[in-house]
Protein backbone atom coordinates (compact mmCIF):
# COMPACT_ATOMS: atom_id res chain seq x y z
CA UNK A 1 0.00 0.00 0.00
CA UNK A 2 1.14 3.26 -0.60
CA UNK A 3 2.46 5.64 1.82
CA UNK A 4 0.60 8.73 2.40
CA UNK A 5 3.49 11.41 4.04
CA UNK A 6 1.57 13.81 4.52
CA UNK A 7 -0.17 12.16 7.68
CA UNK A 8 1.02 12.99 10.47
CA UNK A 9 0.93 9.67 12.17
CA UNK A 10 3.59 8.83 9.03
CA UNK A 11 6.24 10.61 10.98
CA UNK A 12 8.09 10.16 14.77
CA UNK A 13 5.95 11.86 17.04
CA UNK A 14 6.60 14.95 17.98
CA UNK A 15 8.23 16.43 21.40
CA UNK A 16 5.47 17.07 24.12
CA UNK A 17 5.49 21.06 24.74
CA UNK A 18 4.20 20.47 28.36
CA UNK A 19 5.73 16.85 29.79
CA UNK A 20 4.65 18.23 33.42
CA UNK A 21 1.38 17.99 32.61
CA UNK A 22 -0.81 14.69 32.70
CA UNK A 23 -0.89 11.72 30.05
CA UNK A 24 -3.66 9.07 29.29
CA UNK A 25 -2.28 5.53 30.11
CA UNK A 26 -5.55 4.07 28.82
CA UNK A 27 -8.32 2.24 30.80
CA UNK A 28 -6.95 0.51 33.41
CA UNK A 29 -4.34 2.65 33.79
CA UNK A 30 -1.10 0.40 32.52
CA UNK A 31 -0.63 2.11 28.85
CA UNK A 32 -2.06 2.50 26.08
CA UNK A 33 -2.56 -0.30 23.19
CA UNK A 34 -1.05 -0.01 20.22
CA UNK A 35 -4.04 0.02 17.90
CA UNK A 36 -5.55 3.58 18.90
CA UNK A 37 -2.27 5.19 17.39
CA UNK A 38 -2.22 2.43 14.71
CA UNK A 39 -5.79 2.61 13.46
CA UNK A 40 -8.17 5.19 15.81
CA UNK A 41 -5.81 8.17 15.01
CA UNK A 42 -4.54 7.23 11.72
CA UNK A 43 -8.03 6.82 10.61
CA UNK A 44 -8.93 10.32 12.14
CA UNK A 45 -5.67 11.85 10.61
CA UNK A 46 -6.38 9.85 7.15
CA UNK A 47 -10.03 11.10 7.22
CA UNK A 48 -9.06 14.80 7.75
CA UNK A 49 -6.51 14.69 5.23
CA UNK A 50 -9.12 13.15 3.08
CA UNK A 51 -11.56 16.15 3.75
CA UNK A 52 -9.13 18.85 3.48
CA UNK A 53 -10.43 20.56 0.21
CA UNK A 54 -14.09 19.90 0.70
CA UNK A 55 -14.06 21.22 4.51
CA UNK A 56 -12.03 24.61 3.01
CA UNK A 57 -15.32 25.27 0.35
CA UNK A 58 -16.21 28.26 0.55
CA UNK A 59 -19.90 27.02 1.32
CA UNK A 60 -18.41 26.75 4.65
CA UNK A 61 -17.36 29.83 7.20
CA UNK A 62 -15.27 27.57 9.39
CA UNK A 63 -14.41 23.94 10.01
CA UNK A 64 -14.30 22.95 13.53
CA UNK A 65 -13.07 19.55 15.44
CA UNK A 66 -15.58 19.09 18.48
CA UNK A 67 -14.02 16.57 21.07
CA UNK A 68 -16.02 15.67 24.44
CA UNK A 69 -13.87 13.07 25.42
CA UNK A 70 -10.77 14.64 24.70
CA UNK A 71 -8.12 13.07 27.13
CA UNK A 72 -4.93 15.13 27.88
CA UNK A 73 -3.71 15.27 24.85
CA UNK A 74 -0.98 13.48 24.70
CA UNK A 75 -0.41 9.16 25.56
CA UNK A 76 1.89 7.06 26.89
CA UNK A 77 1.70 3.57 24.95
CA UNK A 78 2.49 0.67 26.95
CA UNK A 79 5.86 -1.05 27.40
CA UNK A 80 7.31 2.60 25.37
CA UNK A 81 9.88 4.76 27.03
CA UNK A 82 8.30 7.78 25.05
CA UNK A 83 5.36 9.42 24.96
CA UNK A 84 2.60 10.13 21.67
CA UNK A 85 0.26 12.81 20.93
CA UNK A 86 -2.89 12.09 21.85
CA UNK A 87 -6.35 12.24 19.37
CA UNK A 88 -7.57 15.74 19.76
CA UNK A 89 -3.28 16.74 19.06
CA UNK A 90 -3.67 14.05 15.75
CA UNK A 91 -6.49 16.09 14.61
CA UNK A 92 -5.33 19.57 14.77
CA UNK A 93 -1.49 18.85 13.55
CA UNK A 94 -3.16 16.98 10.82
CA UNK A 95 -5.61 19.95 9.79
CA UNK A 96 -2.46 21.76 9.50
CA UNK A 97 -0.27 19.47 7.83
CA UNK A 98 -2.64 18.87 5.14
CA UNK A 99 -3.25 22.75 4.71
CA UNK A 100 -6.94 22.99 6.04
CA UNK A 101 -6.28 24.15 9.77
CA UNK A 102 -9.42 23.98 12.07
CA UNK A 103 -10.39 27.18 12.28
CA UNK A 104 -11.92 26.41 15.96
CA UNK A 105 -11.21 23.30 18.07
CA UNK A 106 -13.70 22.58 21.13
CA UNK A 107 -12.53 20.28 23.40
CA UNK A 108 -14.23 18.81 27.04
CA UNK A 109 -13.09 15.85 29.52
CA UNK A 110 -14.62 15.08 33.31
CA UNK A 111 -11.19 15.60 34.20
CA UNK A 112 -10.22 19.11 34.60
CA UNK A 113 -6.37 17.91 34.88
CA UNK A 114 -7.07 16.57 31.10
CA UNK A 115 -9.35 19.07 29.96
CA UNK A 116 -6.69 21.50 30.95
CA UNK A 117 -3.53 19.34 29.70
CA UNK A 118 -4.97 19.28 26.60
CA UNK A 119 -5.56 22.75 26.05
CA UNK A 120 -2.39 24.06 26.87
CA UNK A 121 -0.53 21.66 24.43
CA UNK A 122 -2.97 22.53 21.56
CA UNK A 123 -2.50 26.14 22.17
CA UNK A 124 1.05 25.57 22.32
CA UNK A 125 0.56 23.67 19.08
CA UNK A 126 -0.99 27.29 17.40
CA UNK A 127 -4.77 26.14 17.74
CA UNK A 128 -7.40 28.25 18.62
CA UNK A 129 -8.93 26.06 21.11
CA UNK A 130 -12.13 26.44 23.81
CA UNK A 131 -12.01 23.84 26.57
CA UNK A 132 -14.96 22.67 28.53
CA UNK A 133 -14.94 20.83 31.68
CA UNK A 134 -17.82 18.01 32.34
CA UNK A 135 -20.01 15.27 31.26
CA UNK A 136 -19.59 14.99 27.50
CA UNK A 137 -23.58 14.67 27.36
CA UNK A 138 -23.62 18.57 28.80
CA UNK A 139 -20.38 19.88 27.21
CA UNK A 140 -21.96 19.71 24.26
CA UNK A 141 -24.66 22.04 24.77
CA UNK A 142 -21.97 24.98 25.73
CA UNK A 143 -19.76 23.44 22.59
CA UNK A 144 -23.12 23.79 19.83
CA UNK A 145 -23.48 27.05 20.91
CA UNK A 146 -20.01 28.31 20.07
CA UNK A 147 -20.07 27.08 16.63
CA UNK A 148 -20.81 29.60 14.53
CA UNK A 149 -23.36 29.66 11.44
CA UNK A 150 -22.43 28.38 8.29
CA UNK A 151 -19.59 26.08 9.98
CA UNK A 152 -18.48 22.66 9.17
CA UNK A 153 -18.00 20.52 11.95
CA UNK A 154 -16.39 17.08 12.35
CA UNK A 155 -17.41 15.59 15.54
CA UNK A 156 -15.11 12.64 17.37
CA UNK A 157 -16.70 10.60 20.22
CA UNK A 158 -14.27 8.30 21.92
CA UNK A 159 -15.38 7.41 25.36
CA UNK A 160 -14.09 4.19 26.73
CA UNK A 161 -17.41 3.01 27.63
CA UNK A 162 -20.18 1.90 25.85
CA UNK A 163 -22.82 3.39 27.99
CA UNK A 164 -21.38 6.80 27.63
CA UNK A 165 -22.35 6.63 23.93
CA UNK A 166 -25.52 8.53 25.38
CA UNK A 167 -28.20 8.76 22.21
CA UNK A 168 -28.95 12.20 23.74
CA UNK A 169 -25.78 13.33 23.52
CA UNK A 170 -25.64 12.69 19.70
CA UNK A 171 -29.06 13.93 19.20
CA UNK A 172 -28.03 17.57 20.72
CA UNK A 173 -25.17 17.25 18.52
CA UNK A 174 -27.00 16.13 15.61
CA UNK A 175 -28.71 19.86 15.68
CA UNK A 176 -25.97 21.00 14.17
CA UNK A 177 -26.51 21.18 10.68
CA UNK A 178 -23.47 20.12 8.78
CA UNK A 179 -21.90 17.81 10.79
CA UNK A 180 -19.94 14.50 10.64
CA UNK A 181 -19.47 11.75 13.02
CA UNK A 182 -16.86 9.45 14.02
CA UNK A 183 -17.52 7.28 16.67
CA UNK A 184 -15.44 4.52 18.69
CA UNK A 185 -18.34 2.31 19.56
CA UNK A 186 -17.32 -0.58 21.52
CA UNK A 187 -18.46 -3.74 20.21
CA UNK A 188 -17.10 -5.71 23.42
CA UNK A 189 -19.16 -4.00 25.59
CA UNK A 190 -21.77 -4.17 23.41
CA UNK A 191 -21.42 -7.69 23.38
CA UNK A 192 -20.84 -8.09 27.35
CA UNK A 193 -24.00 -6.06 28.01
CA UNK A 194 -26.46 -7.45 25.80
CA UNK A 195 -25.74 -10.39 27.47
CA UNK A 196 -27.35 -9.36 30.31
CA UNK A 197 -30.17 -6.94 28.14
CA UNK A 198 -32.89 -8.03 29.12
CA UNK A 199 -32.60 -8.06 32.67
CA UNK A 200 -33.62 -4.47 33.88
CA UNK A 201 -30.97 -4.40 36.38
CA UNK A 202 -28.76 -3.69 33.57
CA UNK A 203 -29.43 -0.23 31.93
CA UNK A 204 -26.63 0.72 30.22
CA UNK A 205 -27.95 0.07 26.69
CA UNK A 206 -31.03 2.28 27.37
CA UNK A 207 -28.74 5.20 27.18
CA UNK A 208 -27.10 4.34 23.87
CA UNK A 209 -30.46 2.89 22.38
CA UNK A 210 -33.83 4.60 24.22
CA UNK A 211 -36.60 2.29 23.37
CA UNK A 212 -35.31 -0.79 22.40
CA UNK A 213 -36.73 -2.59 24.70
CA UNK A 214 -40.26 -2.45 23.21
CA UNK A 215 -39.02 -2.61 19.48
CA UNK A 216 -37.12 -6.00 19.76
CA UNK A 217 -39.21 -7.80 22.73
CA UNK A 218 -39.79 -10.43 20.41
CA UNK A 219 -36.13 -11.15 19.36
CA UNK A 220 -34.11 -14.77 20.97
CA UNK A 221 -31.05 -13.23 23.32
CA UNK A 222 -28.59 -14.98 20.13
CA UNK A 223 -29.91 -12.65 17.85
CA UNK A 224 -30.02 -9.75 20.18
CA UNK A 225 -26.30 -7.91 19.39
CA UNK A 226 -26.81 -7.82 15.54
CA UNK A 227 -30.38 -6.80 16.42
CA UNK A 228 -29.31 -4.21 19.17
CA UNK A 229 -26.22 -2.73 16.48
CA UNK A 230 -29.25 -2.10 14.24
CA UNK A 231 -31.31 -0.76 16.34
CA UNK A 232 -29.21 2.03 16.96
CA UNK A 233 -28.07 2.65 13.26
CA UNK A 234 -31.76 2.89 12.57
CA UNK A 235 -32.10 5.47 16.08
CA UNK A 236 -29.05 7.40 14.44
CA UNK A 237 -30.72 7.11 10.78
CA UNK A 238 -33.76 8.49 12.24
CA UNK A 239 -32.16 11.63 12.72
CA UNK A 240 -31.10 12.09 8.81
CA UNK A 241 -28.04 10.43 8.56
CA UNK A 242 -26.68 7.92 6.29
CA UNK A 243 -23.77 5.55 7.28
CA UNK A 244 -20.14 4.80 6.05
CA UNK A 245 -19.03 1.39 6.46
CA UNK A 246 -17.78 0.86 10.17
CA UNK A 247 -14.10 -0.29 10.30
CA UNK A 248 -13.69 -2.85 12.89
CA UNK A 249 -10.36 -2.63 15.06
CA UNK A 250 -8.62 -5.48 16.68
CA UNK A 251 -6.68 -6.37 19.68
CA UNK A 252 -2.91 -8.32 19.34
CA UNK A 253 -5.52 -11.69 19.50
CA UNK A 254 -7.17 -10.66 16.59
CA UNK A 255 -10.40 -9.94 18.42
CA UNK A 256 -13.20 -7.54 17.44
CA UNK A 257 -12.77 -5.04 20.37
CA UNK A 258 -14.52 -1.70 18.83
CA UNK A 259 -15.44 -0.44 16.02
CA UNK A 260 -14.75 3.26 14.82
CA UNK A 261 -18.10 4.05 13.02
CA UNK A 262 -18.91 7.32 10.49
CA UNK A 263 -21.87 9.46 9.53
CA UNK A 264 -22.93 12.45 7.70
CA UNK A 265 -25.86 13.80 5.85
CA UNK A 266 -23.79 14.82 2.97
CA UNK A 267 -22.48 11.59 -0.21
CA UNK A 268 -19.22 13.66 -0.34
CA UNK A 269 -17.96 13.08 3.37
CA UNK A 270 -19.52 9.13 3.52
CA UNK A 271 -17.66 8.41 0.00
CA UNK A 272 -14.50 9.74 1.76
CA UNK A 273 -14.40 7.64 4.78
CA UNK A 274 -15.32 4.63 2.66
CA UNK A 275 -12.09 5.31 0.51
CA UNK A 276 -9.99 5.97 4.12
CA UNK A 277 -11.39 2.61 5.73
CA UNK A 278 -11.44 0.07 2.91
CA UNK A 279 -10.72 -2.67 5.08
CA UNK A 280 -10.27 -6.17 4.67
CA UNK A 281 -11.03 -7.83 7.55
CA UNK A 282 -14.48 -9.13 8.16
CA UNK A 283 -16.03 -7.23 10.85
CA UNK A 284 -18.37 -9.45 13.58
CA UNK A 285 -20.91 -7.34 12.78
CA UNK A 286 -21.11 -7.28 9.04
CA UNK A 287 -23.49 -4.31 7.75
C1 LIG B 1 -10.62 7.04 25.52
S1 LIG B 1 -10.22 8.42 26.54
C2 LIG B 1 -10.00 9.71 25.37
C3 LIG B 1 -8.83 9.54 24.45
C4 LIG B 1 -8.73 10.61 23.38
N1 LIG B 1 -10.00 10.87 22.75
C5 LIG B 1 -7.72 10.22 22.31
O1 LIG B 1 -8.11 9.86 21.18
O2 LIG B 1 -6.52 10.32 22.58
C6 LIG B 1 -11.76 8.83 27.23
C7 LIG B 1 -11.78 10.12 28.05
O3 LIG B 1 -13.13 10.34 28.47
C8 LIG B 1 -13.11 10.98 29.72
N2 LIG B 1 -14.44 10.78 30.31
C9 LIG B 1 -14.93 9.77 31.06
N3 LIG B 1 -16.23 9.96 31.31
C10 LIG B 1 -16.60 11.09 30.67
C11 LIG B 1 -17.83 11.79 30.51
N4 LIG B 1 -18.97 11.36 31.06
N5 LIG B 1 -17.82 12.91 29.78
C12 LIG B 1 -16.68 13.39 29.21
N6 LIG B 1 -15.49 12.76 29.34
C13 LIG B 1 -15.47 11.62 30.05
C14 LIG B 1 -11.96 10.35 30.46
O4 LIG B 1 -11.47 11.23 31.47
C15 LIG B 1 -10.95 10.13 29.32
O5 LIG B 1 -10.03 11.20 29.26
Redesign the pocket.
Given at each position: MKTNTRLILSQPPEADTHPDLVL?R??DGDG?RDW?WRE??RL?ATYIDAARSAAKSPKFSHWIYI???????R?QGRDESFTR??????AWRQSQISNASFDQVLI????KS??DACQARLAAAGCKVKAFQ??????VNDMIRAVPPRSLCLV?I????LS?LSYQMLKALASLPKVDFVV?FSTMDWLRNTANATNPAYPRLDEVSPGWRDRLSGVSNSSLPVALFNDWYANIEALDFQFAKAHPIFNNTQHEIYKLVFFARHPLPIKLWGDVAKEKNRSLFED
Open positions: DGKVVKHLDPFCGAGMPGGAMVGDLDKVGKAEDTYDPYNLH
